[in-house]
């Protein structure tokens, strides 16, 4: 591979020319960028956690048809890493419990699928990477922390959003729900979920700005008493969309995934959107403006939907301002239930994403 060290700004770099990058988070943005680079670059992954005990702190959802697309371009088999397939999504809100289409979606080994991706690539692991301490030894420095941007830096919108979540692994003797099941909380200041994990193990888990989130789980938990309660885990999540999470760089750093808000605000969804991201990234190396530009018109509906959230939780909702924002994340919905996993009807939707009552 050549290996020249290009030192002129990274807004017009040569695509063609080898570089040196290196990847800071073994996330799915970090790891499946560093898959689809490799052959081309020389990568260097950094990643925080030591190697016999990574893992990642998620619910492990995602859709089968979209996260089987992207796999395949790097040679994966996604199905080799499905923990429980879903058929429905049951919702219980506003005193009833219903079930929504949930076609595509699925729990999966996120940390041993992240491995594989990661097989063969040049990852430092027990390594956490300071802003500015790569700068100098590298083409490019990719910021993949997820919700801390440690190597890029601070959001500068004012605009971001990050939620502090909790979870419980649990294993039932006898399952409370067949399949995913969640309860919004009111003005959308966040949810639980609990999802299967196959074998009678399951994902308790909450998210809530307002900080009820582990008083939810606990109560959940007394409701529907597993047999065994294995551990507990918690990480923030942002949840603002890539508009509100800027700059997505910094001289020679650019960030990828949920470090520049690619996390669907309504679901919390953001392993497949951190990979297209990382896809992106891929494809528009050469031109830093570009590659901004293109996150922004990828994820435009991501803003929409992160609006709807602001509104909800300021109070600032009605009728006007959410019907036609309700139809269109419901539009939304329908296009990509590939990379969402669920596919409301738009009376569904319009349940869950009512405008708060009054009094
Ligand atoms: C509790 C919880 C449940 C979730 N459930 C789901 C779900 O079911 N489905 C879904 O789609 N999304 C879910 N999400 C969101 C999803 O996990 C993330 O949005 C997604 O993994 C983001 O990918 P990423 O690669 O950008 O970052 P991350 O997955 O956060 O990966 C970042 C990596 O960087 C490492 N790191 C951090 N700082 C440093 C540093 N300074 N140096 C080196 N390494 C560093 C971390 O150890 C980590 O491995 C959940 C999030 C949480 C917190």
Not at 163 to 185: A, H, M
Not at 294 to 301: G, L, R, V, Y
Request: hydrophobic fraction near 40%; aromatic fraction near 12%; charged fraction near 25%.
């Amino acid at each position: 591979m050549m290996n020249k060290s290009i030192s002129v700004s990274i807004d017009h770099l040569d695509a063609g020319i080898a570089m040196k990058i290196a990847i800071a988070g073994l996330g799915p943005a970090g790891s499946y960028l560093g898959a689809l680079l490799a052959d081309k670059h020389q990568v260097d992954i950094y990643e925080g956690q030591e190697k016999d005990r990574f893992t990642s702190i998620c619910a492990w959802a995602t859709a089968e048809g979209g996260a089987r697309q992207l796999l395949k371009q790097i040679g994966v088999n996604f199905e080799d890493y499905i923990l429980h397939k879903g058929k429905k999504m049951y919702i219980s809100a506003f005193n009833e419990i219903f079930s929504i289409d949930a076609p595509e979606l699925v729990t999966f080994d996120k940390p041993r699928m992240i491995h594989d991706v990661a097989d063969g690539l040049n990852v430092h692991f027990d390594t956490f990477v300071r802003q500015g301490e790569l700068d100098d030894k590298y083409d490019l420095v990719i910021d993949a922390t997820g919700p801390y941007r440690k190597v890029l830096g601070p959001v500068q919108t004012g605009r971001d959003m990050i939620l502090p979540t909790f979870q419980w692994l649990v294993k039932y003797k006898e399952l409370p729900f067949d399949d995913f099941y969640i309860e919004p909380f009111s003005n959308f200041t966040g949810y639980l979920w609990y999802f299967p994990l196959g074998d009678h193990d399951a994902f308790v888990g909450a998210g809530d700005i307002l900080k009820h989130h582990r008083a939810k789980v606990e109560d959940f938990l007394k409701r529907y008493p597993p047999a065994e309660k294995v551990r507990t885990m918690g990480k923030p999540i942002r949840v603002a969309a890539p508009s509100s999470v800027t700059p997505h760089r910094r001289e020679k750093v650019i960030g990828v995934g949920e470090a520049i808000g690619t996390v669907y605000p309504i679901l919390g969804e953001g392993i497949l959107p951190s990979m297209f991201a990382a896809k992106l990234l891929s494809e528009n190396l050469d031109d830093a403006m570009r590659y901004s530009k293109s996150i922004k018109k990828k994820f435009s509906a991501y803003d929409l939907s992160y609006d709807y959230i602001l509104r909800k939780i300021n109070h600032k909702d009605n009728f006007f301002n959410s019907f036609p924002a309700a139809v269109r994340i419901f539009i939304w919905f329908k296009r990509n239930f590939m990379i969402t996993g669920v596919n409301p009807s738009l009376w569904q939707t319009l349940k869950v994403l009512r405008p708060r009552r009054k009094g």
